[in-house]
Nanobody, 124 residues
Framework: QVQLVESGGGLVQVGGSLRLSCAAS????????MGWFRQASGKEREFVSA????????YYADSVKGRFTISRDNAKNTVYLQMNSLKPEDTAVYYC?????????????????WGQGTQVTVSS
C-alpha cells in the first residue's frame, strides 16, 4: 500500500522559509512523478511543483518560480519542497502526490496517490 507522509508545515512570517518533506513508501517509485499541490481555504487545489524520481526534471507554477525548489533523495524515498520568500498568498494546506508514469502534469486528477497534507500559514 502506497503511503505518503508530509511534514514540515507551520506558521512563518512573511519573507520566511519552510522546508516540506514527503516520505514515500509502498512501491517502487523510480518511474513515477512526485508533485506538490496546495489548497487554500475556499479555493481549488492547485499545482505547485513536480519532479521525476528518475532523472530529475522539475516544473514549477509561475506563482512560486524562483522562490520554491523541489528536490528528491532517492535513498530516503523522500521529496522536499524548499519554500523561500514566503508570502501571505502561499498560505494553504500543502499536499504531496504521486503519479505513475514519467509525464509531469498540472492536474490533481492525474495523480494516483496522495498524502494527508500539511498546513502552511504565512503571517503578515
Amino acid at each position: 500500500q502506497v503511503q505518503l507522509v508530509e511534514s514540515g508545515g507551520g506558521l512563518v512570517q512573511v519573507g520566511g522559509s519552510l522546508r516540506l518533506s514527503c516520505a514515500a513508501s509502498g512501491r517502487t517509485f523510480s518511474s513515477d512523478v512526485m508533485g506538490w499541490f496546495r489548497q487554500a481555504s475556499g479555493k481549488e487545489r492547485e499545482f505547485v511543483s513536480a519532479i521525476r524520481w528518475n532523472g530529475g526534471g522539475t516544473y514549477y507554477a509561475d506563482s512560486v518560480k524562483g522562490r520554491f525548489t523541489i528536490s528528491r533523495d532517492n535513498a530516503k524515498n523522500t521529496v522536499y519542497l524548499q519554500m523561500n520568500s514566503l508570502k501571505p498568498e502561499d498560505t494553504a494546506v500543502y499536499y504531496c502526490a504521486g503519479r505513475i508514469g514519467q509525464a509531469i502534469t498540472l492536474f490533481p486528477r492525474d495523480y494516483n496517490y496522495w498524502g494527508q497534507g500539511t498546513q502552511v500559514t504565512v503571517s503578515s
